[in-house]
């Protein structure tokens, strides 16, 4: 039996269609075919960066130590904030839970800086293991075909 080829987007979402005709079909590029129960479903394509898990995935200690520098910068405005009230509100400190939140903040930020050097010495241990670089030079200049190392 001839199967006859159709151009299929994402306005047949939702058609019922057979295994053949799905098999055969010609498709819109960008979005992702799936045939379910005989009826296809069309949904976009996930348009995540090209290899951004590959760039932060050997710089942990960028990520982490963004949530430490934000966890001080809430440390930093709970104090100053916790000053402000001692100061010009006359509010005592233990009436507000300033403090603690100042503390909290502080211990987390420390926290969060210290898993992203340990995150980082183990990814660094990984990729020398591997005989692998930790980074991708995008263009090589003036360099041989085969690179060696050489020791002095």
């Known amino acids: 039996m001839s199967t006859i ?6 306005a047949d979402h939702g058609r019922p269609m057979t295994e053949e005709e799905f098999m055969a079909g010609d498709y819109v590029e960008g ?8 009826e296809l479903y069309v949904a976009p394509e996930a348009n995540a960066p090209e290899g951004f898990l590959d760039r ?7 990520v982490f130590g963004g949530f430490g520098l934000l966890w001080f910068a809430v440390a930093m405005m709970a104090s100053v904030y916790m000053m402000y009230l001692k100061l010009f509100s006359n509010t005592s400190m233990i009436q507000t839970p300033m403090p603690l939140l100042a503390a909290m903040s502080v211990m987390m930020g420390v926290m969060s800086i210290s898993i992203g050097l340990v995150a980082e010495i183990v990814v660094r241990t990984y990729f020398e293991s591997q005989g692998k670089s930790t980074y991708h030079a995008r263009e090589l200049i003036n360099l041989d075909a085969s690179p060696a190392r050489r020791f002095g």
């Not at 080829?5 to 994402?10: A, D, E, M």
């Not at 979005?31 to 005989?38: A, K, P, T, V």
């Not at 932060?56 to 960028?62: E, F, R, S, V």
């Open 56 to 62: 932060w995935i050997a710089k942990p200690i960028y």
């Open 5 to 10: 080829v159709k151009k299929i987007g994402p």
């Open 31 to 38: 979005h992702r075919y799936e045939l379910i129960d005989g």
